[in-house]
């Protein structure tokens, strides 16, 4: 425990102060259950140290909470384990009768406790500065928002004391408010993490009795808070309208209370958590007056200087308008036809085409309920006006569904056999009949009734919205849509066996994933294993007489191609006389080199013979082939010839000064040129 240095910790500061505990009826059995017993014990423990408190002196009071935080979290422990508001009639059905005087008389011993810590001065004598105290509570957290919050939840209804504590607190220290301020807005972050828990829950059908006590028990305490916060002081109202708290109360009524109603009633009539659902509907009803009549006692203090406040007023009036349920229930609870007359009367240069807009909304009955039906709902209790106007529409919002998806695959069946027929007239037969074989007969036959037609084609203007299929994949597989293309055939996240082949990485199923692989794949000898057995045993077919007879119809057909001396491509006809043929072949190997040049490529070796014979005609005597010029000489380290150096720099001093690098670049302009193939 941290001290100031150089002072010596006194008895108060180093004492344990013990900590309440909850009461064991109202504890989870998930904790595990203690005795009565050992629960009268510890509270007794706890109301002993709370009145050694009470009785300090000033000085040492404050000594004591400034520096023994044992003393503060003893304090904290009644407020964070104390019986709500709504289960404190159970003490009275205890038949040990000691508990509920036990756990009153703690009650009010935290309760005087509290008043102490929030207060200045004692009496006359005992006091303090109140900048000093204001400084003080509110830089050591002895009075910090959640105790604010859990004090006007304990002990708010029907004090008027916690009303003035917490006005006086507030303006004594300003930092109070921006406190409270985000302490609401959390109360409104808190509405939508339930929601959306409560939408994860149904959407995944996971409300089992146990999710469903949670979420209840949940949506109960946020809803006696914000009831005890509005109704503790003006200035919590006031805080409220601040940070808009009125359309999350009618959002979280209607998604989130009503649908816990019709889940909890669907599973058991008769429990008990109903009765703790309409009394979480009434609070959140009650908030809402109370918010929103701010805006009316402005109006009607300063009229003239009141145009913010009555815009505001028909701006959330207006925007609860989309929660259908809130709004029967808000106007069957509260004279919404009184707020109207007052915001008229008393704020001439309100907009009267927005007024009655919204009065219209408001005060208009319901269209497909006659009188009787009406006033019938209007007095039903309001449990059972949950029940009658938004469970049966909850519960019979999947059958909808199915019964649209139904209608339109039937829609779509007869305008594949009749497609010149008009999708409003076939879908209106359908609903008549209810039947698609009917329907379809009728359709075939021709012989409709005429009323029939005359009702289906009655609203021309009419347009039918065709399904979604977003719907219909919902109602098969319970999953919520977010992308057009989930559960199609390729779907895999809802699917099994798709349609196709679905490629995953490189390359595609079955194919060789390397070189290496495909190069060692022969399969393919396999498969052509039954061809190479064919030729496995070779047998001898030839036919000597067809043979004869094919060599010589060969040669009578057959002619020799001869080159003439001055032609290339010439062709001349075999002579039939054998002895030019004679005579020709030993001119031919007379003149062995006159038939040289017409041949593919001369020899090298007869043209070199013919180019030094040149030479030497001319008296020029031809040079040896010359030699390569040597620059790798000795190894290393045993020295090197000087001819041998001479060459290493003739080559440094003539090589090339690039790479060879330019044989693409060539072949291109070749390629660009038709010197080589494409």
């Known amino acids: 425990m941290m001290q100031q ?55 040492r009071f404050w000594h004591t909470f400034m520096n023994n935080e044992m003393a503060m979290e003893s304090v904290l422990s009644f407020m964070q384990n104390a019986i709500p508001m709504y289960l404190t009639y159970k003490l009275n059905s ?11 008389l703690a009650h009010k011993t935290v309760y005087q406790i509290i008043c102490r810590l929030t207060t200045p001065q004692k009496n006359r004598h005992d006091s303090m500065d109140r900048q000093l105290f204001a400084n003080m509570i509110y830089d050591h957290f002895t009075v910090s928002m959640p105790l604010i919050f859990d004090f006007i939840f304990i002990y708010g209804r029907g004090n008027e004391k916690v009303s003035s504590i917490v006005e006086s607190i507030v303006k004594l220290q300003p930092k109070y408010e921006v406190d409270l301020k985000m302490g609401l807005q959390y109360l409104i972050n808190v509405f939508a993490s339930i929601q959306a828990r409560c939408e994860s829950e149904i959407r995944n059908q996971n409300l089992s009795e146990s999710v469903l006590i949670d979420l209840v028990l949940y949506a109960l305490d946020c809803s006696y808070n914000l009831g005890s916060l509005v109704g503790v002081s003006a200035v919590m109202r006031n805080m409220c309208c601040d940070v808009s708290m009125e359309y999350p109360i009618s959002n979280f009524y209607e998604n989130v209370v009503v649908a816990l109603y019709a889940c909890i009633q669907s599973e058991n009539e008769n429990s008990e958590y109903l009765t703790r659902l309409n009394d979480s509907r009434i609070e959140l009803l009650h908030a809402f007056r109370s918010i929103i009549h701010v805006h009316l006692d402005k109006i009607l203090q300063d009229p003239e200087n009141s145009l913010l406040s009555a815009d505001k007023f028909l701006g959330i ?27 008229e009367q008393a704020y001439s240069s309100v907009d009267k085409i927005e007024l009655d807009f919204i009065r219209n909304a408001y005060t208009a009955s319901t269209d497909e309920e006659g009188n009787g039906q009406k006033n019938n709902r209007r007095s039903q209790p309001l449990e059972k006006a949950i029940h009658t106007s938004d469970s049966n529409e909850t519960q019979n919002c999947r059958n909808e569904a199915e019964k649209a998806h139904e209608v339109q695959s039937s829609v779509q069946y007869v305008l594949d056999i009749l497609p010149h027929l008009d999708p409003d007239y076939v879908r209106g037969v359908i609903e008549h009949f209810d039947c698609v074989e009917k329907a379809l007969a009728v359709l075939l036959e021709g012989n409709e009734d005429t009323q029939l037609i005359n009702d289906s084609k009655k609203d021309t203007n009419g347009e039918i919205v065709p399904e979604d299929p977003l719907d219909s994949f919902y109602l098969q597989t319970g999953i919520d849509r977010l992308n057009i293309y989930d559960g199609d055939e390729f779907d895999v996240m809802s699917k099994s066996n798709v349609k196709g082949t679905i490629k995953k990485g490189k390359g595609m199923p079955g194919n060789p994933k390397s070189f290496r692989e495909l190069m060692d794949d022969k399969r393919h000898v396999n498969e052509m294993r039954h061809v190479y057995s064919q030729y496995s045993t070779l047998v001898d077919m030839d036919d000597d007489e067809y043979d004869d007879t094919f060599e010589a119809m060969a040669e009578s ?59 030497n005609s001319k008296g020029v005597k031809a040079h040896a082939p010359r030699e390569a010029a040597d620059v790798r000489g000795n190894p290393k380290g045993q020295g090197q010839d000087s001819k041998v150096l ?15 690098h330019n044989r693409k670049r060539g072949a291109t302009f070749k390629r660009s040129r038709g010197m080589v193939p494409s």
Not at 94 to 104: D, G, M, P, V
Not at 595 to 611: H, L, M, S, W
Not at 648 to 658: G, P
Request: hydrophobic share 30%; charged share 35%; aromatic share 10%.
């Open 94 to 104: 205890l038949e040990n009768k000691e508990i509920a005087k036990l756990y009153s």
């Open 317 to 343: 009036l207006t925007e609860c308008l989309a929660n259908n349920v809130f709004v029967n229930d808000y106007k069957n609870q509260y004279p919404i036809d009184v707020d109207f007359e007052i915001l």
């Open 5 to 59: 240095k150089g002072k010596v910790p006194t008895e108060d500061d180093v004492r344990y102060f013990t900590k309440y505990t909850s009461m064991p009826t109202f504890q989870s059995p998930v904790e595990g259950q203690l005795s009565y017993a050992m629960w009268l014990s510890e509270t007794k423990w706890f109301i002993k140290d709370m009145r050694e408190l009470l009785l300090l002196k000033h000085d």
């Open 646 to 660: 001479q060459n290493r720099k003739n080559k440094n001093e003539h090589k090339a000064s690039q790479g060879n």
């Open 557 to 615: 057909e057959s002619r020799h191609i001869k080159l003439a001396k001055g032609a290339k491509n010439l062709v001349i006809e075999e002579s039939d006389n054998d002895d030019e043929a004679d005579t020709e072949d030993s001119e031919t190997e007379s003149e062995p080199n006159k038939r040289a040049g017409f041949d593919f490529c001369e020899n090298p070796e007869i043209a070199r013979k013919r180019y030094e014979e040149r030479l």
